[in-house]
């Protein structure tokens, strides 16, 4: 099947800082790819949808100058959370869909712990 | 926009038995309702999924029902054994799976008893 990676699987870092998280389709293209976070025994929210070439489309509550999106490739999405706090702790996990199936295939997501 | 709620939040049923999670949704633009398997601490896994064209759809133990009209869609895993137990989610697309993000909704915990 599809395959999606992330890199970093974890981080920690320290309040304040900026952190990068990089979203890759393996095998396939994908002019769009979805960011979404997970709080612990929490469901999924999407927090952007990232478009190669163009602008993120940020979903209503999400600071787009806190969470900057750059669709650098048609195989690479990142996600930087800049600045950050310890509320920004979480899950944060990108899928990008694939024609054919027409469906969405889910990276292995990326755990931020801020202190 | 669009809201998926979920039912029950937890599930418990004795290995063999069937378990049936439900979700309604909110905007009847919805055409795509796929159902993700959750391990923890790992990505959600695609199970099934079932567009608005069609009411029902089966891949061998699971199946997954939909009611467009009453706008609600059903989970169904039959013969449950333990490797079942895991969180599922419920989603909701306007767009098909590729063009729009989805709609989650809270997760049902699934318990096989042995």
């Known amino acids: 099947g599809a395959v999606v990676s992330q890199h970093p699987s974890w981080v920690i870092c320290k309040s304040g800082t900026s952190v990068k998280i990089e979203c890759r389709s393996l095998?396939?293209?994908?002019?769009?790819m979805f960011w979404y976070r997970q709080f612990p025994k929490q469901s999924l929210m999407l927090m952007a949808t990232?478009?190669?070439?163009?602008?993120?489309?940020?979903e209503q509550g999400v600071e787009k100058d806190k969470f900057l999106i750059n669709h650098a490739s048609l195989t690479l999405s990142t996600l930087t959370v800049t600045s950050a706090h310890p509320e920004d702790s979480s899950f944060y996990i990108c899928?990008?869909?694939?024609?054919?199936?027409?469906?969405?295939?889910f990276g292995p997501g990326t755990r931020l712990t801020v202190l | 926009g669009e809201n998926v709620e979920q039912h029950p939040s937890t599930l418990s049923v004795q290995e063999g038995d069937s378990a049936v999670i439900k979700c309604t949704y909110s905007?009847?633009?919805?055409?795509?309702f796929p159902w993700y398997k959750q391990e923890l601490g790992k990505r959600p896994q695609l199970i099934i999924d079932?567009?608005?064209?069609?009411g029902e759809k089966k891949d061998q133990r699971i199946a997954v029902t939909l009611n467009k009209t009453a706008k609600h869609f059903s989970l169904h895993i039959t013969e449950t054994q333990p490797e079942d137990s895991a969180v599922y989610f419920c989603?909701?697309?306007?767009?098909?799976?590729?063009?729009?993000?989805?709609?989650f909704g809270k997760g049902t915990h699934l318990i096989i008893q042995p």
């Open positions: 899928s990008a869909p694939r024609q054919g199936p027409d469906t969405q295939y």
């Open positions: 095998d396939f293209q994908a002019t769009t």
């Open positions: 990232s478009n190669e070439g163009s602008k993120a489309t940020y």
């Open positions: 905007d009847s633009a919805s055409n795509y």
């Open positions: 079932i567009r608005s064209n069609v």
């Open positions: 989603a909701a697309s306007t767009r098909g799976g590729g063009a729009d993000g989805l709609t």
